[in-house]
């Protein structure tokens, strides 16, 4: 049968319609079908016949293609790949799949946006998802996280107020994927919970370059259990290899336009290029001796533990190695649910977490349109599946034998699991305690971890926060709430909330206190720039006829052996005339792309001193609108001219031969541009971006 991976492989095969090369069209019946563009009528002008069973098969199905989107995370991507364990982690979890590293365990993941509905755009402010299916050789896991590690809110019972005031206005539902409206807001203000939470929405996180390029966190402090039975509080996080790297604002924001599908494209491309995104699994344990040693509650999910307290040990990898065939089968009716868990991996009295393990089970039921869902091959564990659960809508297995426990009809099948280990068992946590509806007093500190963040940040970073919240606050048009938010941060940091108050017409909050007591280096983007590398950093060549073509080609050679995606751009498609007068061919016309769908630009020169490209407009505005965005920028002998025009926006010019400064690289020197230029480059793309340029707002 070969491995797990083989094994669901094959699975997965087995469900696969007919295929379609194999015959002609049929109905559903397996009625062949000669005819599909004309329905059946009395006649070349009559009306259409009720017995064209044939037509109505096909708009019946049409008119049910449709199952509801998820309430949340209506939007994403979806890929395969494997998991493999560095080491065994038999000290602390019996988790199958943790201990072997030769073990390769199958996984699905489905990156989201939250706010938006299926058909928005990819690039809006907004946590993104990062769910997980394990399929295990003990069941599947399921590790249902985001991209930042902290929660709105402390406990499930209030997660419809905040999606309800997340959402679009009920009045008018604009706007459509966007936090910056009163009712966000004015949950916010009265909500201080969501302190912690909205610094890091505000922050460069909520803004991804890639799916590729963000961390994932499973937020809430889980449980490992060994096969002792001892339990260590864990919490998990994926790092991915090529570092965190966001977009700016400005930037996003026309993305949403020129692109909407940037960060769903993104990661099928690289798929399909074979540029594996991958990512480190790593823990953060907590003996359970160790609850209470914390300024902060471990139950708590407005609250991380800081690096610095608690290190990340990395205990595995995950590469995503495969496209779905089919978006609707596999991305859209997967269902993942954070009481999927493995015997090795249990719960904690997280109240948000165990509000989670009702919820998901109970949304897969509208919308997947019933109890069988796991019967769907993307949600089919790879372990066997024996119950005596039966029918309902969609049932597709066959069951045959008994249905009820005990029976000795059946031979007592399926039997209760043996003692051996291999069934999960819940961890005999001991709990006491009155029924009451009250938060703990050890969720009470909402600045503290807010203030953290804030001052953990460069100051590039807090420039965009502070940004950020101008933004969204000034689209909020009931000043009370503009004032009562920003009496809120005014607890976390005075300075903050008068720099945001400065901006949206508010007063000044009178304290000036700040809760800033420890900070966390590990939490600014900038710790976290990844391998280095500038593999699928996309590169735009900016030609046109008359260009020197040795230049494009020593560079555009020297960039993809770093493993760049380079594209020549023209002011139209097919070839441009290079100085040799030989033909190039573009890769695409400027009026269909703009810099925003581009990491970092160049512009080479032509041998007779003229900027091939400084009459075109495209160019000008794609030159400087990538130098805005604080992204690198190369040019090349008379190529360098065009920077001319950037001299207003704070840019130095330099005439000397290789010059880098501040990510923009230049040579002025004619001919092919030699190795120094391309280190220079390729450094500069490898920074992702330059803040110590102008704003891009500007
Ligand atoms: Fe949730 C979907 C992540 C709190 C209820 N959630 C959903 C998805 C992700 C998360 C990634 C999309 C899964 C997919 O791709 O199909 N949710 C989180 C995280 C949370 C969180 C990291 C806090 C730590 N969620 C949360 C709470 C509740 C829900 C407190 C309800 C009490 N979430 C849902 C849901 C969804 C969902 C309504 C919508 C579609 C789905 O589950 O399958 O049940």
Known sequence: MGSPA?????????????????????????????????SLAAGERGPTLMEDFHFREKLTHFDHERIPERVVHARGAGAYGYFEPYESCAEFTRAAFLQDPSVRTPVFVRFSTVQG?????????????????FYTSEGNYDLVGNNMPVFFIQDGIKFPDFVHAVKPEPHNDIPTGASAHDSLWDFVSLQPETMHMMMWLMSDRAIPRSYRMMQGFGVHTFR??????????????????LGVHSLVWDEAQECQGRNPDFNRADLWDAIEAGEYP?????????????????????????????????????????????????????????????????????????????????????????????????????????????????????????????????????????AHAGTD???????????????????????????????????????????????????????????????????????????????????????????????????????????????????????????????????????REALAAEGAVVEALAPADGTVTGADGAQYTVDRALPTVASVLYDAVLVPGGPDGTPPVAEDPDALRFVRSAYLHGKPVGALGSGVGVLSALEPDGLRLSTDSVVADRGVVTDVSPGAADAEFVRAFVAAIAAHRHWDRPPARR
């Open 421 to 555: 280990g291999s069934a999960y068992t819940h961890y005999a946590e001991r709990v006491d305690g009155a029924k009451i509806r009250k938060r703990s007093e050890s969720f009470k500190d909402h600045y503290s971890q807010a203030a953290m963040f804030f001052h953990s940040m460069t100051d590039w970073e807090k420039q965009h926060i502070v940004d950020a919240f101008r933004f969204e606050l000034g689209k909020v048009d009931a000043m009370t709430v503009r004032s009562r938010t920003v009496e809120q941060l005014a607890k976390v940091d005075g300075e903050l909330a008068a720099e945001v108050a400065r901006g949206i017409g508010v007063p000044e909050p009178g304290a000036q206190g700040s809760a800033h007591k420890y900070e966390s280096p590990a939490l600014s983007i900038a710790s976290l720039p990844g391998d280095g590398s500038i593999r699928t950093r996309t590169v735009a060549v900016l030609v046109t006829d008359g260009v020197d073509a040795g230049q494009v080609t020593s560079v």
């Open 224 to 241: 490992f259990v060994n096969a002792e039975g001892r339990g260590t509080f864990v919490k998990f996080h994926w790092k991915p290899k």
């Open 278 to 414: 991958e990512w480190e699994l790593g823990v953060q344990l907590v003996p359970e001796e160790d609850e209470f040693a914390f300024d902060f509650d471990l139950l708590d999910p407005t609250k991380i533990i800081p690096e610095e307290q608690v290190p990340v040990r990395p205990i595995g990898r995950m590469v995503l190695n495969r496209n779905p065939e089919n978006f609707f089968a596999e991305t859209e009716q997967v269902a993942f649910h954070t009481a999927n868990v493995v015997p090795g991996i249990d719960f904690t009295n997280d109240p948000l977490l165990q509000a989670r393990n009702f919820s998901y089970l109970d949304t897969q039921l509208i919308r997947l349109g019933g109890p069988n869902f796991a019967q769907i091959p993307v949600n089919r564990p790879i372990a066997p599946v024996r119950t005596n659960q039966r029918d309902g809508y969609h049932q597709s297995a066959i069951h045959r034998g008994t249905n009820y426990f005990p029976n000795s009809l059946g031979g007592g099948c399926p």
């Open 117 to 133: 509905p299926k058909g928005s755009a990819d690039t809006v402010r907004d946590v993104r998802g990062f769910a997980t299916k």
């Open 6 to 38: 083989d094994r669901k492989m094959q699975q997965r095969e087995s469900f696969h319609a007919d295929d379609p090369a194999e015959g002609p069209l049929t109905t559903d019946q397996g009625v062949e079908v000669d005819h599909t563009d004309d």
